[in-house]
């Protein structure tokens, strides 16, 4: 089971950080992924980070403003988003597949094997 946490109602230019935790599995094994869908709008791959290797991928209209990054400790996995832009607005989703290939192969979102319920980030103008 997967838990997502930290959306909220920002600024545009400000930070939040969104958590995705597990239960009842462990990472090491898994692509970890995040979504996001907007409203009116198809779902899109934001980022994933690859747990065997630890290689991760952006997508083109995050990268720069956006880390992931684990605890594995913690069995979590981050989300940083920095400079948000009103564009960023979506509900965000994260979502696991036991895999060690590379993670953007998950990008599509297709045949994940756990998805968390989505957290809701708002950017206002």
């Known amino acids: 089971q997967l838990q997502a946490s930290g959306g909220g109602l920002v600024q545009a230019g400000g930070s939040l950080r969104l958590s995705c935790a597990a239960s009842?599995?462990?990472?090491?094994?898994?692509?970890i992924s995040w979504f996001r869908q907007a409203p009116g709008k198809e779902r899109e791959g934001v980022s994933c980070?690859?747990?065997?290797?630890?290689?991760?991928y952006y997508a083109d209209s995050v990268k720069g403003r956006f880390t992931i990054s684990s605890d594995n400790a913690k069995n979590t996995v981050y989300l940083q988003m920095n400079s948000l832009k009103p564009e960023d607005t979506a509900v965000y989703y994260c979502?696991?597949?036991?895999?060690?290939?590379?993670?953007?192969?998950?990008?599509?979102?297709?045949?994940?094997?756990?998805w968390g319920r989505g957290t809701l980030v708002t950017v206002s103008s």
């Open positions: 980070i690859s747990m065997s290797d630890g290689s991760t």
């Open positions: 979502a696991a597949l036991q895999t060690t290939r590379d993670c953007i192969a998950t990008m599509n979102g297709d045949g994940m094997d756990y």
């Open positions: 009842g599995f462990t990472f090491d094994d898994y692509a």
